[in-house]
């Protein structure tokens, strides 16, 4: 009998070296004589351990890691006889990182074969679909209310409270949009969970589309993702050949398909009404709310637009019940969340567990520290609009209403880890710079608020009346924050009042963390 | 590997328009196409666009020029792209973008004079656990470093 060897095809995966180790394993296997079966899976998620290779054994699956080329040899003996190597790292499932965690959405990721609707069916997939049939639109809305789902995309808000008004809306047509511009920059769950367990995404979508009574799905997937569209369309092709897309879908009385569309890199296509316009064909400009796209979304009809995630989680909540869901999670903030840590953190990758860990479990604990091996100084969370939060606020619990009490945003749950080394009033500017980069244009506060920014804090950094341009700042902060359409411009001032609260002394006219790296 | 474009034609672009305009809100579907094939939206494609649309060219211009994608000239033979968001900072993005610049002689944004390298900032390539990170030609790398990035500036300038 065969070998079977499991090998990420993760883009994460990749650009550590995937691909050549999938190929010296074939090569070094032919050569040998060892009649292996090579299956790429997505990701695990444990980044650091990448290429992280499995070997299917009576135990369960061993996994080695970090594979490079060279271990190739070694580890196939490894693996043929059963005995000790220095990457071998035991049956995976028992890694302690991965075993602490509480994988409700990632159960399948880097387990199954992404590109199998067989595989993903023999490790539960389409139960969720089978029950939500059996339920019938209003009782699926019932499940997802009760589940206490809220959007995954960072806005919060209550999954079934959108779906019902969709659902109540009266219309010709109605639409499902999954949103995966994922632009937040430490965020990459969006992408792994595409690339490693995409028919998840399709059964999320399918069921929305059934509850609400849409025929017609879109996936906006960002074009810095080309893995990500590659392994969403094969699964597509996959799901429409096995019935699962298409007229009476799983000999129901549903009809539902979807298809892929790819964005032009644009971050602001990420704010919901912006990728409605994107997907209409137009610039990604942002629309005044009201109308909610739940009443008139895509092509004015009504449309359920949903995070990546948020759809991910769906399945779950019909298969298994919406209290076991519930049954996670603390105050408000219900069930799990993927949570994505990255930046400078010796362990980083997707740690999914229930809301309420604190950020300093996160960083210290989890994610184990910088690999720099010098002191965690700020934490990014929530992407390039989330606040810098200083080692003081660590106690705060990974939950929506906590880190708003503390003006900050889990946003899509991308925890950003820098050193001492940090210069917060370069990560200030950026900030400004990155808004003025991708600001639509549509509202002042943003359009000419981000470039104001921009000069006014390089103004600080030279020293010019630092003073009374830090109160200037501040107060064009404000503003942006009141006075701008959506979240580009109205978040562009969290890391910028963060970085200026918690670390004021880089802001001082000669800063003395600089002083002394110098 | 360096991508293979076709020489600007235009009854190859009214093919390829041809192809996905019946889609509902074709436009960037279109555009993404002809960049596909030749590398670039030559501007004589937008007045096409506009009339199998039936849209204004200044609409379609407006979305040409909207997204950070699509580009109004050829590319270097080669595409370096750098991870320049937060993650990548934090990693040590920064003095490596900087090497980057130095060893090309161009800024981020630009193409060498011999036409050989386009060097770009690209935010975020969803791999910031890996950080920082690069695509060359679509080619993802990652954990780069000094000698990585002078690798790839290298293999680059072949």
């Known amino acids: ?94 890694i302690p990182w991965l075993k602490r965690q509480t994988r409700l959405t990632f159960a399948r990721c880097g387990v199954i074969d992404p590109r199998s609707l067989d595989d993903y069916r023999a490790h539960g997939g389409y139960k969720g679909f089978e029950r939500a049939l059996s339920l019938g639109s209003e009782a699926i809305l019932n499940e997802v209310t009760t589940s206490g789902l809220r959007g995954r995309g960072g806005a919060g808000f209550p999954t079934g409270i959108k779906w019902k008004t969709v659902t109540q809306a009266k219309a010709d047509r109605k639409f499902i949009v999954c949103n995966a511009d994922e632009g937040d920059s430490g965020t990459f769950a969006d992408r792994m969970i595409m690339e490693g367990d995409p028919f998840l995404v399709i059964e999320g979508m399918t069921i929305a589309g059934i509850t609400v009574g849409a025929t017609k799905g879109y996936i906006y997937i960002r074009s810095e993702y080309p893995h990500a569209v590659e392994a969403m369309n094969a699964a597509i092709v996959a799901a429409r050949r096995g019935g699962c897309l298409g007229d009476r879908i799983g000999g129901s009385a549903h009809s539902f398909d979807m298809e892929v569309r790819v964005g032009a890199g644009a971050y602001v296509c990420g704010e919901e009404t912006s990728l409605l316009e994107s997907l209409e064909g137009r610039r990604g400009i942002v629309r005044a709310k009201p109308p909610l796209p739940a009443h008139r979304g895509l092509f004015g009809k009504p449309t359920v637009i949903n995070n990546v995630l948020s759809f991910a989680a769906i399945p779950f909540i019909l298969a298994e019940g919406a209290k076991t869901y519930a049954d996670f999670g603390m105050g408000r903030s219900r069930g ?183 | ?86 993650a990548c900072q934090a990693a040590g993005g920064d003095a490596l973008a900087a090497r980057a610049e130095a060893k090309l002689g161009v800024t981020l944004g630009n193409t060498t004079a011999d036409d050989r390298v386009t060097l770009e900032p690209i935010y975020c390539l969803g791999l910031c656990a890996t950080a920082p990170s690069a695509m060359l030609d679509g080619r993802l790398i990652g954990r780069l470093d000094e000698t990585r990035i002078d690798a790839l500036v290298a293999e680059a300038q072949r």
Request: a negative charge; charged letters at 20%; aromatic letters at 8%.
């Open chain 2, 1 to 86: 590997m360096t991508a293979v474009f076709e020489l600007w034609d235009e009854t190859r672009g009214m093919e390829i328009i041809a192809e996905h305009a019946s889609q509902e809100g074709a436009t960037l579907v279109i555009l993404h196409a002809l960049q596909e094939a030749f590398g670039y939206v030559p501007e004589a494609a937008i007045p096409m666009v506009a009339q199998a649309l039936n849209l204004s060219r200044a609409e379609v211009h407006g979305v040409f020029t909207f997204y950070h994608d699509f580009r109004h000239k050829p590319a270097g033979r080669h595409v370096l792209k750098l991870c320049r968001a937060e």
């Open chain 1, 336 to 518: 799990t969340m993927p949570i994505q840590l990255a930046g400078n953190l010796r362990y980083g990758g997707l740690f999914e567990t229930a809301f309420g860990v604190t950020l300093g479990e996160l960083v210290d604990d989890i994610g184990g520290g910088t690999f720099t091996g010098r002191p965690v100084r700020a934490v990014q969370v929530g992407g390039p609009l989330g606040a810098y939060f200083p080692r003081a606020l660590f106690d705060t619990p990974f939950d929506y209403e906590a880190f708003a009490a503390r003006d900050g945003l889990i946003g899509h749950g991308g925890i950003v880890v820098f050193d001492d080394s940090v210069d917060m009033r370069r990560q200030a500017r950026f900030a400004m710079e990155f808004c003025a980069i991708e600001s639509c244009g549509k509202c002042t506060p943003c359009r000419i608020g981000s470039t104001r920014g921009v000069e006014t804090i390089e103004k600080i950094i030279n020293g010019e009346r630092v003073s009374e341009n830090l109160a200037l700042v501040e107060d064009l902060c404000n503003t942006m924050k009141l006075g701008s359409l959506c979240a580009l411009g109205g978040f562009t001032p969290y890391p910028v009042l963060s970085a200026l609260k918690h670390f004021r002394e880089d802001f001082a006219p000669i800063p003395t963390t600089l002083q002394a790296a110098e």
């Open chain 1, 1 to 94: 009998m065969s070998m079977k060897i499991f090998i990420p095809r993760d883009a994460a995966a990749l650009a550590v070296g995937a691909d050549e180790i999938a190929m010296a394993f074939e090569q070094v296997a032919a050569k040998r004589g060892l009649p292996v079966e090579i299956i790429r899976t997505g990701s695990r998620g444990l980044c650091w351990l990448e290429p992280m290779v499995e070997v299917a054994t009576p135990g369960g699956r061993i996994a080695y890691g970090p594979v490079s080329t060279e271990d190739v040899a070694s580890v196939l003996e490894s693996m043929a006889s059963d005995g000790p190597h220095a990457l071998r790292l035991g049956v995976a499932e028992e």
